[in-house]
């Protein structure tokens, strides 16, 4: 327990301590049972670190000291006690310190959080042990042992050697009709933020549904699948890739080519479905 002396000096040096990123913006806090999968790809992907912690303090940062908050909004000084690192490759102590934008109550009180489990996306603050920065306003997450359930495979696809890169866009789009009628095929081939091959292929053949799958390496492979819902090669897709093919991605000027080649990328962004978001 820390003494209130004690908190009210560590109170008055929480303006150096990094406030939480893009904490301006104040979004509300998602409830981690309804938050999606894009949700915690989004959340893990860009936090070095992903900590269960338990809240033993909490200060509440007076308004001067808390530029870019929102209003309806508290900034809080809180000092917690690291339960298990779930992700991250640097270390951590056993007391954590950091600052996180809170939305008021319907009273206008603030939460109290102490004693609650909380799960954590952020990064180590250099330079001052102990300390770290949410990644977000809503890096903040309670903790649900079905939520950790969800995290931990997206984790695990996230830092494997053969994990999907993030696709910036279509580079390229080709279609080319086969030797009977209602055969064709079509290639989409992806800009990524690595500059990785990527390849899209649907195939049409006569009295077969059309078939369509991702290569995430130089082979155009016809045999490629489609990705699963929830994975992080259909989040790649799903979320990044526009809702029509654009316009200088085609190869041919033919425009029964383009027209095929458009109408097989129609089909892939049917086939993926929505991207859905609770976050704001």
């Given at each position: 327990?820390?003494?209130?002396?004690v908190?009210?000096?560590?109170l008055?040096?929480?303006?150096?301590?990094?406030?939480?990123?893009?904490?301006?913006?104040?979004?509300?806090?998602?409830?981690?049972s309804?938050?999606?999968?894009?949700d915690?790809?989004?959340?893990?992907?860009?936090a070095?670190?992903?900590?269960r912690?338990?809240?033993?303090?909490?200060?509440r940062?007076?308004?001067?000291r808390?530029?870019?908050?929102?209003?309806?909004?508290?900034?809080?000084?809180?000092?917690?006690?690291?339960?298990?690192?779930?992700?991250?490759?640097?270390p951590?102590?056993?007391?954590?310190?950091?600052?996180?934008?809170?939305?008021l109550?319907?009273?206008?009180?603030?939460?109290?959080?102490?004693?609650?489990?909380?799960?954590?996306?952020?990064?180590?603050?250099?330079?001052?042990?102990?300390?770290?920065?949410?990644?977000?306003?809503?890096?903040?997450?309670?903790?649900?042992?079905?939520?950790?359930?969800?995290?931990?495979?997206?984790?695990?696809?996230?830092?494997?050697?053969?994990?999907?890169?993030?696709?910036t866009?279509?580079?390229?789009?080709?279609?080319?009709?086969?030797?009977?009628?209602?055969?064709?095929?079509?290639?989409?081939?992806?800009?990524?933020?690595?500059?990785?091959?990527?390849?899209?292929?649907?195939?049409?053949?006569?009295?077969q549904?059309?078939r369509?799958?991702?290569?995430?390496?130089?082979?155009v492979d016809?045999?490629?699948?489609?990705?699963?819902?929830?994975?992080?090669?259909?989040?790649?897709?799903?979320?990044?890739?526009?809702?029509?093919?654009?316009?200088?991605?085609?190869?041919?000027?033919?425009?029964?080519?383009?027209?095929?080649?458009?109408?097989?990328?129609?089909?892939?962004?049917?086939?993926?479905?929505?991207?859905?978001?609770?976050?704001?």
């Open positions: 327990m820390i003494r209130n002396s908190l009210s000096a560590s008055g040096l929480a303006f150096c301590l990094a406030a939480p990123v893009h904490a301006q913006s104040g979004p509300r806090p998602v409830p981690a309804v938050m999606t999968y894009p915690l790809v989004e959340l893990a992907e860009s070095p670190l992903v900590i912690a338990q809240v033993t303090e909490q200060a940062v007076k308004a001067e808390a530029p870019g908050l929102a209003p309806g909004h508290a900034r809080l000084y809180l000092e917690a006690r690291t339960l298990s690192l779930i992700a991250g490759n640097v951590v102590g056993e007391n954590l310190r950091y600052l996180v934008d809170v939305p109550t319907a009273k206008g009180k603030v939460p109290k959080l102490k004693k609650q489990e909380v799960i954590l996306f952020a990064r180590p603050v250099a330079g001052r042990p102990g300390e770290i920065q949410l990644d977000s306003s809503e890096a903040q997450v309670p903790f649900d042992p079905a939520l950790e359930v969800r995290l931990r495979p997206i984790l695990a696809e996230l830092i494997a050697p053969d994990a999907p890169p993030p696709v866009g279509v580079a390229e789009a080709l279609a080319v009709p086969g030797t009977l009628v209602g055969e064709s095929e079509t290639q989409l081939f992806l800009d990524t933020a690595e500059n990785g091959p990527v390849s899209i292929s649907i195939v049409r053949r006569p009295g549904a059309p369509w799958g991702v290569s995430w390496s130089e082979i016809q045999s490629a699948t489609a990705p699963r819902r929830n994975t992080l090669a259909w989040y790649r897709l799903a979320c990044t890739l526009p809702a029509t093919l654009p316009a200088d991605a085609f190869l041919s000027e033919d425009r029964a080519a383009r027209a095929l080649a458009q109408r097989d990328y129609a089909f892939v962004i049917e086939q993926l479905g929505p991207c859905e978001r609770s976050r704001v």
